[in-house]
């Protein structure tokens, strides 16, 4: 049986039942019990993930962004300045393909938020085409299925998904897995 690894932040977590479900039978779905959060944290956090998690994978499927957007401290900037978001991007590949040299990797691109302003989300999602490009990865672009209906697809929270969009994020996920299977 196919094992897949899902990688990022809440958003993966809310997706991830949800895609263990749809492929029951098919492949066996793990992803470590925290949020990745921002993509450092998940870069960093991965050495204490990897021993609890398949030691070969057949697909990874990773997104971190919103959280290295957020201007929690109210300092006028992203809490990752473009070039640390790359440098974190990049530095995840370089330890996802040493660790499991055969794994596929799918990036996929941060969600809208329903907050009205999701310039520099389509921003962030553009640096992480770009360095998917670079690599040859393919990008499951999770942007665009939200943004079809974010207040059906959006919490009043603003951030985390309904159950509408729980669904359609995960036959996303799904779809973007399947060439793999």
């Known amino acids: 049986m196919k094992q897949i690894i899902l990688l990022g932040d809440s958003i993966r977590m809310g997706y991830e ?24 944290y998940t870069l960093n956090s991965l050495r204490f993930w ?7 994978p057949d ?10 957007l957020g201007d929690d401290y109210h300092l006028g900037r992203p809490f990752s300045l473009p ?15 040493k660790t499991f040299p055969t794994a596929k990797i799918v990036m996929a691109t941060t969600t809208p938020t329903a907050n009205g302003d999701n310039e520099g989300i389509r921003s962030y999602n553009d640096i992480l085409k770009s360095v998917a490009a670079k690599h040859g990865f393919a990008v499951d672009d999770l942007y ?9 697809f959006v919490c009043p929270d603003k951030i985390h998904l309904t159950a509408d969009g729980w669904a359609a994020a995960t036959a996303q996920v799904v779809a973007s897995i399947e060439p793999y299977l």
């Not at 492929?23 to 019990?33: F, Q, S, T």
């Open 17 to 40: 039942p949800h895609v263990r479900k749809a492929l029951e039978g098919r492949a066996e779905v793990y992803g470590p019990n925290e949020n990745g959060r921002w993509a450092g």
């Open 144 to 152: 665009p299925i939200i943004e079809a209906d974010i207040p059906r």
């Open 59 to 68: 697909v990874i499927h990773w997104n971190n962004g919103l959280w290295d």
């Open 83 to 97: 070039e640390e978001y790359i440098s974190a991007l990049e530095r995840m590949i370089t330890v996802l393909e």
């Open 50 to 56: 990897l021993p609890q998690l398949p030691k070969e």
